[in-house]
């Protein structure tokens, strides 16, 4: 009795032994999959919140310069679609878990949980927040766009600016106006894909890690008691 008793301590030591190697080693991997993707979150979020501080100086001007209604209304609404992206990308941050190493293991793995499940719902939503509203803006800005002879619409900064007067691109032919938002509408659909495509090689690679890891711990966890 003895002998098979020892025999199962062994056994047991073994398993446990082997199981925190394991886990050690997927926590290793882990770890460094999410410094990574958090840093290309970071650099996706200065990027976005710069080009949208740029792109509110750039409209307003329009908005101030362009005498057309419709190019008028969509400047504006182009600003506050730059605005509200650089509010959800900051509110999408403030709602992320920190990296708390004083919790437990356990906690810090649903906290990471949480974290990409937030990012994979954010860019699978791409269409809804960050592709529509500007999509529809361009269609009203370049559908706007008139006659300037007509406004007696001479811009001083566009003289300026350029070697010839680029006024005399206007107004833009119907068809030129259906070639630019064809393309503006492709540009768009690659937009969603890319997306797409970022949470299914990217977040659900990550997420099912860290379930992984879970059942890891869990199994530890078993094997111990």
Known sequence: MLEQELKDIWKNSSETENIKFETSQLLKDLNTKMDRIEKNIRKRDITEISASVFGILIFGYFAYEIPF????????????????????????????????????????????????????????????????????ANILFIWGFGDPVAYDWFPFLIEKLSNENLLYMLPISLKMKMVYLSAALLFNVFVVWINKLAVNKTYKPIIKDIKRMQDQLESENQIEI
Request: contains cysteine; charged residues 20%; aromatic residues 12%.
């Open 69 to 136: 209604t419709l190019t008028k209304i969509a400047c504006g609404l182009s600003i506050l679609w730059f605005g509200y992206l650089i509010f959800k990308l900051r509110k999408n941050k403030s709602k992320k878990h920190l990296n708390n190493l004083t919790l437990t293991l356990r906690d810090q793995l649903n906290n990471q949980e949480a974290n990409m499940l937030k990012e994979a719902k954010l860019l699978d939503t791409v269409l809804y927040w960050y592709v529509l509203p500007p999509l529809f």
